[in-house]
């Protein structure tokens, strides 16, 4: 079992920035992909952006690319998620998500795909 915790949310104003941070705990935290994903009130849970654990290789959506920075710290199974010139449509509940089965040819941006999911932490970015 791997337990995900994260943390950092709550409520800020546009221009700000903020960082949220995801935990892992359980076994040997291991997984090809950790991902932060969002979901605002009546919309779908989308994908912010991806890292992979063993590279460098990283992934944003478009509709936040230039603002986000996802980054992780392995020795402590850690994955931050920095977000700047925060806007009130960056308001929603934040989730990360690891993903342990190595699936060729994707970014790593669709729910299904991954295994392993926190309970989220609320961001609300007020005008």
């Known amino acids: 079992q791997v337990q995900l915790v994260e943390s950092g949310g709550g409520q800020v104003r546009s221009g700000d920035s903020l960082t949220l941070s995801c935990a892992a705990s359980?076994?040997?935290?291991?997984?090809?992909?950790v991902g932060w994903f969002r979901q605002a009130p009546g919309r779908q849970r989308e994908v912010v952006a991806t890292?992979?654990?063993?590279?460098?290789?990283?992934y944003y959506a478009e509709s936040v690319e230039g603002r986000l920075t996802i980054s992780r710290d392995k020795a402590r199974s850690i994955v931050f998620l920095h977000i700047q010139s925060l806007r009130p449509e960056d308001t929603a509940v934040y989730y990360c998500?690891?993903?342990?089965?190595?699936?060729?040819?994707?970014?790593?941006?669709?729910?299904?795909?991954?295994?392993?999911w926190g309970q989220g932490t609320q961001l609300t970015v007020s005008s």
């Open positions: 890292v992979h654990w063993n590279g460098d290789s990283t």
């Open positions: 359980g076994r040997s935290f291991n997984p090809v992909v």
């Open positions: 998500a690891a993903a342990e089965r190595k699936l060729d040819g994707t970014p790593y941006n669709k729910v299904y795909e991954y295994d392993w």
